[in-house]
C-alpha cells in the first residue's frame, strides 16, 4: 500500500520503496507538511507536537501561523511568506480560509483533462486526494498527489472548485507548494540559458530572501527549463539529499524559493502567475498543470535515473514509446531554403547508402517560401521546389530503404501568406495595437476553436497525402500582444494558458490521429523541451547549436532531467555555422551518439575517408542504441566543473554497457587522467572491447581507467563494456 491515512494521530503517509512524504492534520483542520526523504515507517507524534504550540499561541495571540509549514498555504492568515493560492472573492477581499474536509486513496492515477501528465501502470501506484474549503465562499481544493511506488516519485496537482454561488477569480494555483527546514549550504540548481545554449547547469547557495526561477514567453523556454532541485551542502552527483521539481507544462510556469534566516524555506512550482487570472463561475473547476517531485539520497544522478525512466515509461506515450529511434538525416543545414527535389534525391540516396533510416525535409517545402519571410500557413507543396509532389518525393525515398519525414510550424502564420489574407483576424493580437513580428512571422490564436479545427485538418491533410513517417513540429518565436478580441474583456489574462490548453488540445487530436508517425518537438532548437511536449512528442530537437563542444555542454544539462531517448543530436559540418569552430568528425559523431543519433550536413559534400567513418558510425550506433536509448545514465565528468565530460549508459541488467568521453582542451600535465566508472555489476568482471582489455568491475569503478585520448583539442571516445562472467 502506497498511502495510508492513520486516522488516530491524524498523518497522511505517502510510500515509494524507497522514500516517505507525510502530512499532519493539526487540529483536524490545517493540513501540515511533515516530512519528505528517505523512507520511514511512521512518525511519533513529537515531531508535530511544536506545531500545537504554534498553533495555540496562534489561537491566543494570532500571528504566528507563519513559522507553521502549511502543505498548500493561502492568503490572509497570518502566514506571511508567498501563498500557493490566490482567489479573488466576489466582496473584492482575498482573505480565504482554508480546512480540511476529506480525503479519498484509490489505486492508479486519473488522467488531468487536457493537460499532459503522467500515467500509472504498475500495480501498487495510488493516489490521494485531500480536499480543504473554504466555508464562506464556498471553494474547495483538491489537493492530489500520485505514488509512483517502484520509481519514487510522486505527482502532484490541485484542482480549484468554486462551490460558491458567485464567480471568483484565481489569482494564483500553485501545483506545489512544500514548507523544508534546510540547512545553511544548500544549492538551487536550474538549467537555464538561451537560443543555442540551453540547459546550462547553474547552482547558487540558498541565502535568506527569494529566487525565482521562470518563464513569461507561454513557452517553457530557453531561458529557464521548468525544472529546479535543491541539493544539501554535501550533495554532488552520487551523494547527498537532492530534491527535484519538475513541471509537466509547455507555458509560462514559475518555481520559485523563499528562504526566512533561520533557513526555513518555502518552495512553489506551477503557473506563473504573473499576467494569470482566471475566472470561476458557480460549479466550474479549474486543474493545474502536474509537478513531478523526485527525492534521491544518492545525489542528483539517481535523481536523473529516476526522471528518465519515469518520463520513458509513464510520461512518453504511443508505438514509439518502447522502440529504438530512426537514425535520421535532416537537409536544413545542408541546404536551409536553397534545394530542389534533385538536390534532395541525391541527398538521401547518400544517406540511404551510409545507412541512415529516416530523411527528413525541413522548412522551404510549402507556399513560396524561399526564406523565412513568407507562407507559414501556406501548407500546400511548393511545385517549383518539388514539381512532382511530396507524395513523389516520400515514395522515391521510400524507395531507398528510407522512411520520409516532414518540418511544419503549424502554430505560426506569415504576414506574406494566403492564410494571412484570407483571416487576418487569426493571429494574436490586441485590437488597435501593431501587430509585432519576430522571425517576420505572427502566432496564430490557439485559443479559438476554428482557427485549430483548421490546423489540426490541414496538418492531418497533409501527413495522409504525402506518407510522412515523422514529424518535426517547430515553434520559432514567443509571443507578443497577449490577448484574445475572443474572450471577453475580464478573460483576457486567461489567455496565456488557454493557449497551451489549445496546443494540448491540437497535439493531443493529431498524434492519436497517427499513431504510427514519430513526432518530435522542436522552438528553436530547445525552447519548449519540457515534459508536457513530451507527452505528445517522445522526442525534441535540444539545441539548434550543433558543435559537438557547445552540445556536450547542453546535452550535459538536458540529462539531468530528460532521458537520452528524448534528445536530437545530429552530426553537422565544419566549421559549425552557429559556432564556427572546427571539431574532429569522431567527436561530432561520438557527441550526437550521446542521443537520437542523426545528421544535419550534406552527404554528398563528404570524401570517402568520411563517408567511411559516418558509415561504421552508424552501424556502431545500432549495435549500442538500445543501451544509449533505453540503458541508466551515470554523468562520469562534467564540462562544468572540468576540462572533460563522460557519460556512461548502462543496460538494465548491467551486461553491457558505453562510455562516452570527451576532453575539450589538450592539457599537457593531465594527459594520463583516469576515469573511473560507475553502474556496474560489481561482483562481475567487463571486457572493454574498443581496448582489448578484461578488468573486474570493482577495479574500473574504484581504480578507474587510463583516459584513451589522442593529442589536440576536442578528442573524445568511445568505450563499449560487455560482462564476461
Ligand atoms: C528552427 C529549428 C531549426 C530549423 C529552422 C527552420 O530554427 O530549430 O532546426 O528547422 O527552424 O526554419
Same mark, same amino acid.
Given at each position: 500500500m502506497a498511502i495510508l491515512f492513520d486516522e488516530g494521530n491524524k498523518n497522511f503517509y505517502i510510500q515509494t520503496n524507497n522514500t516517505s512524504y507525510v502530512m499532519h492534520l493539526l487540529q483536524s483542520k490545517y493540513l501540515q507538511h511533515v516530512f519528505w526523504g528517505k523512507k520511514i515507517p511512521s512518525i511519533s507524534a513529537c515531531q508535530y507536537q511544536k506545531y500545537y504550540e504554534c498553533e495555540q499561541e496562534f489561537s491566543k495571540n494570532g500571528g504566528t501561523m507563519d513559522s507553521l509549514p502549511h502543505e498548500y498555504p493561502d492568503f490572509g492568515n497570518g502566514d506571511f511568506r508567498k501563498p500557493a493560492l490566490v482567489v479573488n472573492c466576489a466582496d473584492g477581499s482575498e482573505v480565504i480560509e482554508l480546512e480540511y474536509s476529506g480525503y479519498k486513496i484509490y489505486d492508479g492515477k486519473k488522467p488531468l483533462k487536457g493537460l499532459p501528465a503522467t500515467y500509472a501502470r504498475d500495480a501498487g501506484d495510488q493516489t490521494l486526494e485531500i480536499t480543504l474549503s473554504d466555508e464562506k465562499t464556498g471553494l474547495s481544493i483538491v489537493l492530489r498527489y500520485t505514488a509512483f511506488e517502484k520509481h519514487d516519485a510522486i505527482a502532484r496537482s490541485v484542482t480549484v472548485l468554486n462551490g460558491g454561488d458567485s464567480e471568483i477569480k484565481l489569482k494564483t494555483a500553485m501545483s506545489a507548494s512544500l514548507d523544508m527546514e534546510l540547512e545553511k549550504g544548500f544549492r538551487l540548481l536550474s538549467l537555464s540559458g538561451a537560443w543555442a545554449n540551453e540547459n546550462n547547469v547553474i547552482e547558487r547557495e540558498i541565502k535568506p530572501g527569494s529566487f525565482s526561477v521562470e518563464s513569461r514567453r507561454i513557452a517553457s523556454s530557453h531561458q529557464n527549463n521548468p525544472f529546479i532541485a535543491l541539493l544539501s551542502g554535501n550533495a554532488g552527483e552520487d551523494c547527498g539529499d537532492v530534491y527535484g521539481f519538475s513541471l509537466v507544462y509547455s507555458g509560462s510556469f514559475l518555481c520559485d524559493i523563499e528562504t526566512d534566516i533561520n533557513f526555513n524555506a518555502r518552495v512553489r512550482v506551477g503557473l506563473n502567475p504573473f499576467d494569470f487570472e482566471w475566472c470561476l463561475s458557480p460549479g466550474e473547476s479549474f486543474t493545474t498543470p502536474e509537478v513531478v517531485m523526485v527525492y534521491s539520497d544518492e545525489g542528483l544522478g539517481k535523481m536523473s535515473r529516476i526522471y528518465h525512466r519515469l518520463y520513458r515509461e509513464c510520461l512518453c506515450r504511443g508505438n514509439f514509446r518502447d522502440k529504438e529511434r530512426p537514425i535520421l538525416i535532416n537537409n536544413w543545414e545542408a541546404t536551409y531554403f536553397d534545394f530542389d527535389e534533385k538536390k534532395l534525391l541525391e541527398i538521401a540516396d547518400e544517406a540511404a547508402k551510409l545507412g541512415v533510416e529516416l530523411f527528413v525535409l525541413d522548412d522551404g517545402w510549402f507556399g513560396s517560401r524561399d526564406d523565412d519571410t513568407s507562407s507559414l500557413g501556406d501548407w500546400h507543396t511548393d511545385m517549383k521546389k518539388l514539381p512532382h509532389g511530396l507524395k513523389y518525393l516520400s515514395e522515391k525515398i521510400n524507395q531507398k530503404?528510407?522512411?520520409?519525414?516532414? /518540418?511544419?510550424?503549424?502554430?505560426?502564420?506569415?504576414?506574406?501568406?494566403?492564410?494571412?489574407?484570407?483571416?487576418?483576424? /487569426?493571429?494574436?493580437?490586441?485590437?488597435?495595437?501593431?501587430?509585432?513580428?519576430?522571425?517576420?512571422?505572427?502566432?496564430?490564436?490557439?485559443?479559438?476553436?476554428?482557427?485549430?479545427? /483548421?490546423?489540426?485538418?490541414?496538418?492531418?491533410?497533409?501527413?495522409?497525402?504525402?506518407?510522412?513517417?515523422?514529424?518535426?513540429?517547430?515553434?520559432?518565436?514567443?509571443?507578443?500582444?497577449?490577448?484574445?478580441?475572443?474572450?471577453?474583456?475580464?478573460?483576457?489574462?486567461?489567455?496565456?494558458?488557454?493557449?497551451?490548453?489549445?496546443? =494540448?488540445?491540437?497535439?493531443?487530436?493529431?498524434?492519436?490521429?497517427?499513431?504510427?508517425?514519430?513526432?518530435?518537438?522542436?522552438?528553436?532548437?530547445?525552447?519548449?523541451?519540457?515534459?508536457?511536449?513530451? =507527452? =505528445?512528442?517522445?522526442?525534441? /530537437?535540444?539545441?539548434?547549436?550543433?558543435d559537438a563542444v557547445q552540445r556536450v555542454k547542453i546535452q550535459y544539462g538536458t540529462s539531468i532531467v530528460y532521458p537520452a531517448i528524448t534528445m536530437g543530436a545530429h552530426v553537422s559540418a565544419v566549421p559549425n555555422h552557429i559556432m564556427g569552430r572546427v571539431t574532429p568528425l569522431e567527436t561530432r559523431q561520438n557527441t550526437a551518439m550521446c542521443g537520437n543519433y542523426g545528421f544535419e550536413l550534406d552527404v554528398t559534400k563528404l570524401d570517402d575517408c568520411e563517408k567511411e567513418k559516418i558509415a561504421e558510425s552508424i552501424k556502431y550506433y545500432k549495435e549500442i542504441r538500445r543501451i544509449v536509448q533505453f540503458g541508466d545514465l551515470y554523468r562520469l565528468e562534467s564540462l562544468y566543473k572540468g576540462n572533460c565530460a563522460a557519460l556512461m549508459y548502462v543496460a538494465e541488467d548491467r551486461r553491457d554497457a558505453v562510455v562516452f568521453l570527451f576532453r575539450e582542451r589538450m592539457e599537457l600535465r593531465k594527459a594520463a587522467r583516469t576515469l573511473r566508472l560507475k553502474g556496474l555489476d560489481l561482483t562481475a568482471d567487463y571486457e572493454i572491447c574498443e581496448l582489448g582489455i578484461r578488468m573486474p568491475a570493482v577495479e574500473l569503478e574504484n581504480v578507474g581507467l587510463v583516459m584513451p585520448l589522442g593529442k589536440g583539442d576536442f578528442q573524445s571516445c568511445i568505450m563499449r563494456l560487455h560482462r564476461v562472467n
Open positions: 530503404g528510407m522512411k520520409f519525414g516532414l /518540418w511544419v510550424e503549424p502554430e505560426m502564420i506569415s504576414p506574406d501568406s494566403d492564410l494571412y489574407r484570407a483571416h487576418p483576424d /487569426w493571429c494574436i493580437h490586441v485590437d488597435g495595437r501593431d501587430r509585432l513580428t519576430i522571425r517576420n512571422q505572427f502566432v496564430l490564436d490557439l485559443t479559438r476553436i476554428e482557427v485549430r479545427d /483548421w490546423i489540426v485538418d490541414t496538418i492531418s491533410n497533409v501527413l495522409k497525402e504525402a506518407g510522412v513517417s515523422y514529424v518535426k513540429w517547430d515553434m520559432n518565436r514567443n509571443i507578443t500582444s497577449p490577448g484574445s478580441p475572443s474572450l471577453d474583456a475580464k478573460r483576457q489574462k486567461e489567455f496565456s494558458h488557454r493557449y497551451i490548453l489549445g496546443l =494540448y488540445d491540437i497535439l493531443e487530436r493529431i498524434t492519436s490521429a497517427f499513431p504510427n508517425v514519430l513526432f518530435e518537438g522542436c522552438a528553436s532548437g530547445g525552447g519548449r523541451f519540457d515534459p508536457g511536449m513530451l =507527452y =505528445y512528442m517522445p522526442q525534441t /530537437w535540444t539545441s539548434d547549436d550543433t
